[in-house]
């Protein structure tokens, strides 16, 4: 039996697997980089950016508040006077945590796998809203230019240290670039504004010793693939269904590998069923086969929002290993 890394690599390199990938199990997580501020459901609070954010009861997640009074970013034109570039911890102190994580992994068995968020993209709207965000990529394009660079060289510099702590063989990196039917931003509006940025930033991860770059974003993002193969992402993670991911696997299969399939809107709700569960795992399975596709719920986490619900797809996937393998 392969281990959970060598099943890993043979997946998404076309050789031969011995079970389906299982969601997130190959990639160890490291959630304790001292980069950001603990969320707080039920509350409101304030990151490292000076961004005010809120995790209302009940709501399966946080946003920023956009408001006259919160908004960080009023006018793109004055980024420079209103974004506030936070400075990153570099004392083995502040990342001992992150470290004692990362040096408890067996790295034969899984990745080593560092968790950052948001990403470029994201911090835009983070500052500024998301209608002003994508206005400003049309009517001031300088001014955007100049705050995605330096969003890139603050994400830049934090890579530097988390490669001197941890030593990452993956890096597990969010931004969504999409909704469910579309990305965000047009094809070519991302290759001027946002692939740069990532080319600068993936590209220095893979120049110093990560294997592996997985990328969220739980979305439709098949016409941004072509620009995500040529970054160097190994694999996109969040892939939604409304994607057409046979037909992804069939053009782009050894190039790039996709993780999902398993819509978390459709399976884990609060009144979810086991039946539904079994229902959506063997469906996703059979439609995209062995080989450059890791049947996962397409949440940003290995956790699901409901209890069990994970843990019960997990499940769901083995059984349909013992039947597909």
């Not at 980089?33 to 399966?60: A, F, N, R």
């Not at 809203?129 to 955007?144: D, K, R, S, V, W």
């Amino acid at each position: 039996m392969l281990t959970k890394k060598q099943n890993l690599l043979e997946t998404i390199k076309g050789g031969n697997p011995d079970r389906f990938v299982n969601q997130y199990e190959f990639l160890n997580m490291i959630m304790e980089m001292p980069l950001g501020v603990k969320s707080q459901y039920g509350g409101t609070w304030k990151d490292k950016w000076g961004i005010t954010w809120q995790w209302p009861e009940g709501q399966l997640g946080a946003f920023p508040v956009h408001d006259a009074e919160h908004i960080v970013l009023k006018d793109i034109t004055e980024w420079k006077e209103s974004v506030k570039i936070p400075t990153i911890p570099t004392s083995d102190e502040a990342w001992a945590p992150a470290i004692a994580h990362a040096n408890s992994v067996d790295r034969n068995e899984e990745f080593v796998a560092p968790f950052y968020a948001p990403g470029v993209f994201e911090m835009t709207h983070h500052l500024m809203g998301m209608e002003n965000a994508l206005m400003g990529l049309y009517e001031e394009p300088e001014a955007m230019h100049e705050l995605i660079d330096a969003i890139t060289q603050y994400e830049l510099d934090a890579a530097k240290v988390i490669v001197e702590k941890i030593h990452p063989d993956c890096i597990f990196h969010h931004d969504d670039w999409g909704s469910q039917k579309n990305s965000f931003v047009a094809p070519k509006m991302f290759e001027e504004f946002f692939f740069p940025a990532y080319k600068k930033i993936y590209g220095y991860y893979k120049a110093n010793g990560v294997e592996l770059i997985v990328h969220h974003s739980d979305s439709y993002a098949a016409n941004l693939v072509p620009y995500m193969i040529e970054l160097g992402i190994d694999i996109w993670q969040g892939v939604m269904n409304t994607n057409n991911i046979p037909e992804l696997i069939k053009q782009y299969g050894g190039k790039i590998s996709f993780m999902g399939g398993l819509h978390s809107g459709l399976i884990d709700f609060p009144d979810w069923t086991l039946e539904n569960c079994i229902k959506h795992v063997e469906e996703a399975c059979k439609a995209n086969g062995k080989k450059y596709f890791i049947p996962c719920l397409t949440a940003g986490l290995p956790q699901g929002y409901f209890p069990n619900v994970y843990e019960t797809v997990s499940k769901a996937i083995d059984e349909m290993s013992k039947k597909m393998f």
